[in-house]
């Protein structure tokens, strides 16, 4: 069967099914003419996949399932584990907020240093804050696709800014200028209906990280 039927039986995308074939938890045949041929048993590993992520478990946990080195029960007890850690962690948070509710509340009065040498005391301890680092990676990936997409759009209006000088001295044949402006419209509208489907798919969750995968 085709990747289009997998995505449906699966309820998971190409670009998911591709990246577990890069990550080497799934190994699709090909057929005589060199296409990926997917049969029940890519299917069922798919969907074994899909239910682990959904438990957050790691991809490399994942592999070593796959590979025999891990048990699933070695796999869900090391899962149960983290889950417990990360429990911990977020109840730490929790009472660290408390406590900054329970003090001073101006911001300006606030003791800054002091919370986040707390706070880095806390995470050598085992506790996961936030990381002020973080990026937005869906905003960066939406600028750069707006951006693209101008630098498209301008692409395709600088050679109509040019005939439409070029005509203010010259007499162009009306049959010359409407099949070129037709073709440039064409050509920006496509731009347009990239970028909005590239903004649907970002927005709809597309992430960069392997680990989200």
């Not at 005589?32 to 959904?54: A, F, H, P, S, T």
């Not at 070695?74 to 417990?84: N, T």
């Not at 911990?88 to 911001?107: D, V």
Request: glycine content about 8%; overall charge neutral.
């Amino acid at each position: 069967m085709k990747i289009k039927q997998v995505e449906e039986l699966v309820d998971i995308t190409r670009k998911n099914i591709r990246f577990y074939e890069e990550q080497g938890l799934l190994s699709v045949g090909r057929a005589e003419n060199g296409y990926r041929e997917y049969g029940m048993e890519d299917v069922k590993r798919l969907k074994q996949i899909r239910l682990l992520r959904r438990l957050s478990v790691p991809i490399e946990d994942i592999r070593l399932l796959f590979d025999g080195r891990y048990t699933l029960e070695d796999v869900l007890e090391r899962q149960e584990v983290q889950l417990e850690r990360q429990k911990e962690s977020i109840r730490k948070t929790q009472l660290f907020c408390r406590q900054l509710l329970e003090g001073e509340l101006r911001l300006e009065a606030l003791d800054v240093d002091g919370c986040l040498e707390q706070m880095d005391q806390q995470e050598q301890e085992g506790v996961m804050f936030m990381d002020g680092t973080h990026r937005d990676i869906h905003k960066k990936k939406q600028r750069g696709a707006i951006l693209g997409a101008g630098a498209m759009l301008l692409m395709s209006l600088v050679p109509v800014v040019i005939v439409w000088r070029i005509k203010q001295t010259v007499s162009i044949p009306l049959w010359i200028l409407v099949p070129f402006l037709g073709i440039t419209a064409v050509s920006c509208i496509g731009v347009v209906a990239a970028l909005l489907g590239r903004i649907r798919e970002i927005k709809g969750g597309e992430e960069d990280e392997a680990a989200k995968y």
